[in-house]
């Protein structure tokens, strides 16, 4: 039951890193985050704390350098708007290197 409780952990965790993507996209178009973007958002900024991410966040900072709190930096950047393009262009990249890595069922 512990392997499916963290596959299904991943497959969130996934989802959720889709919607971040999906809303640094946005966000470089000049928008803001919807309300259920920034649920989302908020639900992943939860998830990178919990221990059942530990794996997948551990296995970014090994292998690309992405650590939670830069992870958690650019959901603090969107919900605000203040990042720079520059910013969001690797919020884009951490968030699908998040969904890619939670995917492959590493968690």
């Known amino acids: ?3 499916a409780t963290r596959i299904l952990a991943g497959v969130a965790v996934a989802a959720l890193a889709a ?6 996209v946005r966000y470089r178009q000049g928008q803001q985050p919807a309300p259920d973007e920034r649920d989302h958002l908020d639900e992943l900024d939860v998830r ?5 991410a530990s ?3 551990a296995n970014l ?3 690309q350098g992405i650590s939670v709190t830069r992870l958690r930096r650019w959901i603090a950047g969107l919900r ?3 990042l720079s393009p520059e ?4 919020a884009e990249s951490d968030f699908d290197a998040l969904e890619r890595e ?3 069922g590493q968690i």
């Open 48 to 52: 990178l704390q919990a221990a059942d």
């Open 102 to 104: 939670a995917d492959q």
């Open 87 to 90: 910013e969001a262009t690797v």
């Open 19 to 24: 919607a971040g993507v999906a809303a640094v």
């Open 1 to 3: 039951m512990a392997k």
């Open 80 to 82: 605000r708007g203040t």
């Open 55 to 57: 794996r997948v966040i």
């Open 61 to 63: 900072q090994r292998n």
